[in-house]
Nanobody, 130 residues
Framework: AVDVVESGGGSVQSGGSLTLSCVVH????????MGWLRQAPGAEREDIAD???????TYGESVKGRFTVSQDVAKRTLTLQLTSLKPEDTAMYFC????????????????????????WGSGTQVTVSS
C-alpha cells in the first residue's frame, strides 16, 4: 500500500520560515506526480505546487517567489521551503501523489498528470502569527 507522510509543520511568526518534508512509501510505479496543497478552515483547498513526472514545477500564484519545492524522484520525497510567511499562510498542508499516465491519445511516449491526486498524506499544520 502507498503511504504519504508529511512532517515539519509548526508555529512561526510572520516573516519566518519553515521546511516541510514529504515521503511516499510503497510506490512501485515508474512515473509519479507529486504536489503540495493546503487548506485553511472554512476555505477551499489550494494548490501550492505541482511537480509533474518530468520534474516540472508549477507554483500557485499566492506563493510564487516565497515557497520553493525540491524533489528527489528516486527517494520519492518532496520538500517545501516556506519563507516570508504571512498569517494568511496558516493552513493544514498536505502532500499528495498520483501515477502519471501515458498520453495514448497523442504520443504514448509522453506522460501527463491527472487532475486529481490519488494518494494523500494526513497533513501537517502551519500556523503563522502576526
Amino acid at each position: 500500500a502507498v503511504d504519504v507522510v508529511e512532517s515539519g509543520g509548526g508555529s512561526v511568526q510572520s516573516g519566518g520560515s519553515l521546511t516541510l518534508s514529504c515521503v511516499v512509501h510503497g510506490y512501485t510505479y515508474d512515473k509519479i506526480c507529486m504536489g503540495w496543497l493546503r487548506q485553511a478552515p472554512g476555505a477551499e483547498r489550494e494548490d501550492i505546487a505541482d511537480v509533474d513526472s518530468d520534474g516540472k514545477i508549477t507554483y500557485g500564484e499566492s506563493v510564487k517567489g516565497r515557497f520553493t519545492v525540491s524533489q528527489d524522484v528516486a527517494k520519492r520525497t518532496l520538500t517545501l521551503q516556506l519563507t516570508s510567511l504571512k498569517p494568511e499562510d496558516t493552513a493544514m498542508y498536505f502532500c499528495a501523489a498520483t501515477t502519471a499516465r501515458r498520453d495514448y491519445m497523442g504520443n504514448p511516449d509522453n506522460y501527463y498528470c491527472p487532475a486529481d491526486y490519488h494518494f494523500w498524506g494526513s497533513g501537517t499544520q502551519v500556523t503563522v502569527s502576526s
